[in-house]
């Protein structure tokens, strides 16, 4: 149940800024995924996007990113009440860095079929065998999420066609 100040247009608002994180990732060639952790004040603690090529770290994940932000800031790895967004649904890796922080809330925008484990492949929030139990709420402006994930995938996919000569023209009839 979602309280007063948390009406669907309270959680877009803060949505809308990770989806402007994951365009500072699409902007350098990474995986467009953007995530904002805001704490029990509405005060944006971290803000991160994907950074794996850049950092050559395969944990530099949106969400490991805004998560390290705000432990540093905070000089204490537990980050209880927060808030974090994130425009796709979180990865297992990303999942126990959340659960680990002890964050509150996670809401998401897109699910991510192929990786994500809040509902896709696992669905962690509900494994009562874990110590940590988190909130977690969906959909929040997912044809946008979606859309830039797709928009990236599909301009890859064109840009690998092209570098291995198969840019829909067929050898045969030239």
């Given at each position: 149940?979602?309280?007063?100040?948390?009406?669907?247009?309270?959680?877009?608002?803060?949505?809308?800024?990770?989806?402007?994180?994951?365009?500072q990732?699409?902007?350098?060639?990474?995986?467009p995924?953007?995530a904002?952790?805001?704490g029990?004040?509405?005060?944006?603690l971290?803000?991160?996007?994907?950074?794996?090529?850049?950092?050559?770290?395969?944990?530099?994940?949106?969400?490991?990113?805004?998560?390290?932000?705000?432990?540093?800031?905070?000089?204490?790895?537990?980050?209880?009440?927060?808030?974090?967004?994130?425009?796709?649904?979180?990865?297992?890796?990303?999942?126990?860095?959340?659960?680990?922080?002890?964050?509150?809330?996670?809401?998401?925008?897109?699910?991510?079929p192929?990786?994500?484990v809040?509902?896709?492949?696992?669905?962690?929030?509900?494994?009562h065998?874990?110590?940590?139990?988190?909130?977690?709420?969906?959909?929040?402006?997912?044809?946008?999420?979606?859309?830039?994930?797709?928009?990236?995938?599909?301009?890859?996919?064109?840009e690998e066609?092209?570098r291995?000569?198969?840019?829909?023209v067929?050898?045969?009839?030239?």
């Amino acid at each position: 149940m979602l309280k007063e100040d948390e009406s669907p247009g309270y959680h877009e608002s803060f949505m809308r800024k990770a989806l402007e994180a994951a365009g500072q990732a699409q902007k350098t060639g990474e995986v467009p995924v953007g995530a904002v952790l805001v704490g029990e004040d509405d005060q944006i603690l971290g803000v991160g996007y994907n950074q794996v090529i850049a950092l050559s770290d395969p944990t530099a994940h949106a969400e490991i990113l805004a998560l390290r932000q705000a432990a540093k800031t905070h000089v204490n790895y537990r980050l209880p009440g927060t808030t974090l967004y994130v425009t796709i649904e979180p990865c297992l890796m990303c999942a126990g860095a959340i659960l680990q922080a002890r964050v509150k809330k996670l809401v998401f925008g897109a699910y991510d079929p192929k990786g994500g484990v809040f509902g896709s492949l696992y669905n962690l929030a509900q494994d009562h065998r874990l110590n940590h139990r988190i909130e977690v709420i969906s959909g929040i402006l997912a044809g946008e999420a979606q859309s830039i994930m797709q928009a990236f995938f599909r301009h890859k996919r064109s840009e690998e066609r092209y570098r291995s000569g198969r840019n829909g023209v067929d050898s045969k009839s030239t």
